[in-house]
């Protein structure tokens, strides 16, 4: 473990004793998302997946590759918002220009965590169009990576409002291709169609369920079985004992709290 990680906190860290929050529990799911995905480029967007792709590589995941937000891969861990070459223990492992991660992407060497404005229940997100495409009532991003992401490597999804509006029963306009979309486009889509879990500030889940169907893995603790129904739009396969999003172990919270994000960046994303 890098000395980056041994440190004391700079900031207003938390106590080591204060309750586990729910954005605690969403980074630990995080981490766990990218346990044992070895030598592999770690890509999430967002504050929570942030932090539990620096979480997975201290812990479930050495081997991950982290970038510095531009071309650089670096080792050891930085603060959240922070900058990592200003990092002591931070080391420059290697460099990426924009025109070789193409080819890592195309070899399945990346595992991205994207942000989706809508999922339906086969993992079809949506990140271009809300309403008719030809006619739209809100413009987004346009598909972006998302059609390659999706096909070539490992992806995964974080959604920090878990509600109606972002699980839907018909995406609008299909960006990230789901399990039916890729049987339906044949053996080119589904030779490396990876969709690994979703984690929301309600829940797990996975594409275990019937038919490559969305199956719920666990509830955070104080999320109750009819919350997560009555926020959830599409159908997901619900198994006849769903457990608890697991506890944070001493050291993942000590991690978190004074060496990845002493500040609480993630109650801004995750309320407390």
Same mark, same amino acid.
Request: aromatic residues 6%.
């Given at each position: 473990m890098s000395s980056a990680a041994t440190e004391q906190p700079t900031g207003s860290a938390t106590t080591a004793d204060a309750p586990v929050t729910r954005a605690e529990y969403c980074a630990v799911a995080v981490a766990d998302t990218f346990a044992g995905d070895g030598e592999s480029i770690a890509s999430a967007f967002g504050t929570i997946p942030a932090i539990g792709v620096r979480l997975a590589r201290l812990t479930v995941a050495p081997d991950l590759l982290l970038t510095d937000g531009e071309a650089h891969f670096v080792s050891g861990s930085w603060e959240i918002g922070a900058d990592p070459h200003a990092t002591e223990g931070v080391v420059i492992e290697g460099w990426s220009p924009f025109r070789t991660i193409f080819d890592l992407v195309w070899h399945g060497k990346r595992h991205v965590m994207m942000i989706p404005v809508q999922i339906d229940g086969h993992g079809n997100t949506n990140i271009s169009a809300i309403g008719d495409y030809a006619r739209p009532k809100v413009q987004l991003l346009g598909v972006r990576g998302a059609p390659g992401n999706s096909i070539y490597h490992p992806t995964s999804y974080w959604i920090a409002n878990?509600?109606? %509006?972002?699980?839907?029963?018909?995406?609008?306009?299909?960006?990230?291709?789901?399990?039916?979309?890729?049987?339906?486009?044949?053996?080119?889509?589904?030779?490396?169609?990876?969709?690994?879990?979703?984690?929301?500030?309600?829940?797990?889940?996975?594409?275990?369920?019937?038919?490559?169907?969305? %199956?719920?893995?666990?509830?955070?603790?104080?999320?109750?079985?009819?919350?997560?129904?009555?926020?959830?739009?599409?159908?997901?396969?619900?198994?006849?004992?769903?457990?608890?999003?697991?506890?944070p172990s001493a050291e993942e919270l000590r991690l978190i709290r004074e060496v990845i994000d002493p500040r609480s960046l993630r109650d801004r994303e995750i309320p407390a």
């Amino acid at each position: 473990m890098s000395s980056a990680a041994t440190e004391q906190p700079t900031g207003s860290a938390t106590t080591a004793d204060a309750p586990v929050t729910r954005a605690e529990y969403c980074a630990v799911a995080v981490a766990d998302t990218f346990a044992g995905d070895g030598e592999s480029i770690a890509s999430a967007f967002g504050t929570i997946p942030a932090i539990g792709v620096r979480l997975a590589r201290l812990t479930v995941a050495p081997d991950l590759l982290l970038t510095d937000g531009e071309a650089h891969f670096v080792s050891g861990s930085w603060e959240i918002g922070a900058d990592p070459h200003a990092t002591e223990g931070v080391v420059i492992e290697g460099w990426s220009p924009f025109r070789t991660i193409f080819d890592l992407v195309w070899h399945g060497k990346r595992h991205v965590m994207m942000i989706p404005v809508q999922i339906d229940g086969h993992g079809n997100t949506n990140i271009s169009a809300i309403g008719d495409y030809a006619r739209p009532k809100v413009q987004l991003l346009g598909v972006r990576g998302a059609p390659g992401n999706s096909i070539y490597h490992p992806t995964s999804y974080w959604i920090a409002n878990h509600s109606t %509006r972002s699980f839907v029963r018909t995406v609008d306009m299909v960006s990230g291709v789901g399990t039916d979309s890729a049987r339906a486009a044949g053996p080119a889509a589904t030779a490396h169609h990876d969709l690994r879990r979703v984690v929301t500030n309600l829940a797990v889940l996975d594409f275990g369920g019937p038919d490559g169907t969305m %199956r719920l893995l666990s509830l955070h603790p104080g999320v109750t079985l009819e919350e997560f129904r009555a926020a959830t739009g599409c159908a997901v396969h619900v198994e006849d004992e769903v457990p608890a999003t697991r506890e944070p172990s001493a050291e993942e919270l000590r991690l978190i709290r004074e060496v990845i994000d002493p500040r609480s960046l993630r109650d801004r994303e995750i309320p407390a």
